[in-house]
């Protein structure tokens, strides 16, 4: 079983930059993949981009460009971060981690991302 905590959210101005982070601990030798999700208000939640375990990375078309995935490990601990740059107003959310551990998929508890002046 894996099991994840994320930080990095809060209140940016346009055009800023936010870094977002997933530590997965537990059985992190079994994850197969790692994504960033995102859920505006009144939006299906939508991925953004994810990252598999041998690196190989893929991005939302709105976030091509401005967001960057990486992942980082140790022998017990699994990190994966979303760098945002350039955010607009539309990228408000609440962003969700997410891996996919033994054919199961695991989720973060969600943090709040707002992009306003």
């Known amino acids: 079983q894996v099991q994840l905590v994320e930080s990095g959210g809060g209140l940016v101005q346009p055009g800023g930059s936010l870094e977002l982070s997933c530590v997965a601990t537990?059985?992190?030798?079994?994850?197969?993949?790692l994504a960033w999700y995102r859920q505006a208000p009144g939006s299906q939640r939508e991925l953004v981009a994810s990252?598999?375990?041998?690196?190989?990375?893929?991005?939302a078309d709105s976030v091509k460009d401005r967001f960057t995935i990486f992942k980082e490990s140790t022998p017990t601990t699994m990190t994966v971060n979303l760098q945002s740059n350039d955010l607009k107003p539309e990228d408000t959310a609440v962003y969700y981690c997410?891996?996919?551990?033994?054919?199961?998929?695991?989720w973060g508890q969600g943090t709040q991302v707002t992009v306003s002046s």
């Open positions: 990252i598999t375990r041998s690196g190989s990375a893929t991005y």
């Open positions: 537990g059985r992190v030798f079994t994850i197969d993949n």
């Open positions: 997410n891996v996919l551990s033994l054919g199961r998929y695991t």
